[in-house]
Each structure stands twice: as C-alpha cells, then as structure tokens.
C-alpha cells in the first residue's frame, strides 16, 4: 500500500468533522473518517530562520519502497489562478536537495531503554543521515537552524512547499523484537492555507504501510511555532522497522515550508 496521497488533507466543514483522503490511490469519492488521540499542545515559539548549514546528499536507490501509479480520477478542486507571481526573498534559501542521501553507517541492533532506536531525531549532526529521502520525494529539503527548544538545528523543506509537492522520507530501525516503542516530536508549519475544497497542510508518520501518526494546521493559530506530537508502534521479532514521515501543503502559489525535529524514542524493554 503506498504512503503517497493526491491531495493534501482536506476538511468536510470548519465546524464539523475531519476527513482524510485514504492512504491509498483511490478514487476521489473515498474518504475516512479522521481518528486521532494525539496531543498537539505548543510547546515553544521559536520560530526557525534563515538557515546556516545545507545538506551534502546523494542518490540512492531505496529497496521495498512501494510504487505510485499516476491518478486517473478528475482532480478534488480546479486551480482558477493562471499565473503564479514569485517575489524574490530578501535572504536567499541554502541550495536545498531532493534526492536520496546514502548513508556509510550500517544498521546494528541495539536493545537498550536507554537508546534512542531513532537515529540523528534532532538533526544536531548537521546532515540527514540516517534518514533517506525515497524515491517519490518531490520536496526540496535541507537541515536548517533555529530548531525545537532553541537547538541549533532541524529539518526543514524549502519555503517552496506548496501545490502539493510530496515529501517522503524514512529510517530503518533495528531494536529489541516484539516490543513496544514510544516516542515524541515537535513539528511546524509556517502558515495555515485551507483550499475551496478545504484541503490544508498536513504530515503523517508511518510504521511500514501502518498510519501512526497524523497531523495538520487547524487555524492560523497552530501555524509559525513549534508544536508537540507523539506515536508509537510494535516491533516485530526481527526487531527492524522502518519509520516514514510524509507531507503536502496544498496552496498553489503562495509559499509555505514544514519542520519536523525532536524525534525521541524509547523502548519499553519488559523487565
């Protein structure tokens, strides 16, 4: 089953339930209704600047990672805006990078509460390695500054997240097996945009093809600062998993970008 959506996340009233597209291709008429306990409290208001530090990345080929197949259904809302007016920016962005980025480190297990089984979680290394970007990536990403709790770095997308340019990246994890791992985040998006068809910014986090995580802008007031998220998912008894982060930001022209940093996580080690 593929991660990748058509469409951002999109609202069936602003005062009434959620609906998501399904995690699958399908037809536009197929929605589920939105269930989540996560919490979603802010947690600071730092807000990520100009960025210092860019990624040095190159492609790499990502086994088992599932195809798309182009959308044949007629499209959830039609852009009425024919021309897109960029304005310069005052700071230009750090040369940002879509690709996959190969990583030296080979994978070892560790079965250890006191190991964080997700690697480089806050981007502190300055690059992006362990975390691949696969290949139905389409967003350009590098690692900025300014992160969560006054870090010094994140992940970020470029300021051109928009028209529902996709990001997909993942890790692969190898733990203690068949337990249970629990972990906590902080994201943001710069600003909230909803669409006539009440599409919105989101991002989710996947344990293989299962949906573990899911968030998304509800107003403006959950825009421009850092935000707090968390998840959890089984290992099995090879103890490997590997942990997806998506997102799309539906607004055509106008700029947005998506951070994600913080990622902490541990295993519940039975005693």
């Not at 539906?250 to 902490?264: G, H, K, R, S, T």
Request: proline fraction near 7%.
């Amino acid at each position: 089953m593929a991660r990748r959506l058509i469409h951002s996340l999109f609202l069936t009233s602003l005062f009434s339930s959620l609906a998501v597209a399904s995690p699958c291709k399908a037809s536009s008429s197929t929605t589920a209704l939105l269930s989540t306990t996560e919490t979603t409290e802010a947690t600071s208001t730092t807000t990520p600047g100009d960025q210092t530090t860019t990624t040095s990345l190159t492609t790499s080929t990502t086994e088992g990672t599932p195809t798309t197949t182009p959308a044949t259904t007629t499209p959830d809302y039609t852009d009425t805006t024919s021309v897109c007016v960029e304005t310069p920016q005052a700071t230009p962005e750090p040369v940002c990078t879509s690709v996959g980025q190969t990583c030296e480190a080979q994978l070892e297990q560790v079965c250890d509460p006191n190991v964080n089984p997700i690697k480089n979680g806050n981007f502190e290394s300055g690059d992006l390695c362990p975390w691949v970007l696969s290949d139905d990536n389409e967003a350009c990403v590098y690692i900025g500054s300014n992160g969560a709790f006054g870090t010094s770095k994140t992940f970020r997308t470029s300021t051109k997240f928009k028209d529902n340019v996709y990001l997909e990246m993942y890790q692969d994890t190898w733990t203690c097996p068949n337990t249970r791992v629990y972990c906590t985040y902080q994201w943001y998006f710069n600003k909230y945009y909803i669409t006539p068809n009440r599409y919105v910014p989101y991002f989710r986090i996947w344990n293989g093809n299962d949906q573990i995580g899911n968030h998304y802008p509800e107003s403006d007031a959950d825009a421009g600062h850092w935000k707090s998220g968390s998840f959890s998912f089984d290992t099995p008894s090879s103890g490997k998993n590997r942990i997806w982060i998506t997102a799309q930001s539906p607004q055509v022209c106008l700029d947005n970008w998506f951070a994600i940093d913080e990622i902490n996580c541990y295993v519940d080690v039975p005693q």
